[in-house]
């Protein structure tokens, strides 16, 4: 999870979400300790969130099966959005991050581009052997997911732009 608060904003981006690219868009070394826990995240008077579909960051998450462990891949899909439903914040949707902040050249983890059709379902991509959340949790994600796309408002590019690059 890359989480940063800094006087205007706080972003928050979960793993498989583009947090990578935060990392090096922020010049921050890939992975370390920002410092910043979700409290702070929480509590900041402009909180930013970059949202993506849950069923795409678990079958992004698949890729990582030939590196990591079983359990440390079902982390990287791992659901969240049950502990923001009563906060407010905006977001960043996932699907439009390179408009935000420009892809690295540098060394990132896989780029993944899944995007399933509005047709897959949760059962279509959970695995048996996940112990680290139940099929009914990624179905409550994704109901969540849909609520939050539907409810909050997106920050523009070049408010982005203009929070960031001053």
């Not at 904003?9 to 910043?36: E, K, L, V, W």
């Not at 960051?57 to 462990?69: D, G, H, K, M, Q």
């Not at 896989?110 to 279509?124: G, P, Q």
């Not at 959340?133 to 969540?144: G, P």
Request: hydrophobic share 30%; charged share 25%; glycine share 2%.
């Amino acid at each position: 999870m890359f989480i940063l608060c800094t006087r205007k904003f706080a972003i928050m981006t979960p793993p498989r979400c583009g947090h990578t690219n935060m990392y090096h868009y922020f010049g921050i070394q890939q992975h370390s300790d920002t410092g910043f826990h979700t409290e702070d995240w929480k509590q900041h008077p402009n909180p930013i969130l970059v949202l993506r579909n849950p069923l795409d960051r678990v079958v992004s998450s698949l890729e990582l099966f030939n590196t990591l462990t079983p359990t440390k891949v079902h982390r990287h899909s791992c659901p969240y959005m049950h502990y923001l439903r009563k906060c407010n914040f905006r977001i960043i949707d996932f699907y439009d991050l390179e408009q935000y902040i420009p892809r690295s050249n540098l060394m990132q983890s896989w780029r993944s581009d899944t995007r399933l059709d509005d047709t897959v379902t949760a059962e279509d991509v959970y695995l048996p052997n996940n112990t680290v959340y139940t099929l009914e949790e990624l179905q409550q994600e994704v109901e969540n997911y849909k609520q939050l796309m539907l409810t909050r408002e997106r920050i523009s590019v070049e408010e982005w732009k203009n929070l960031t690059e001053s």
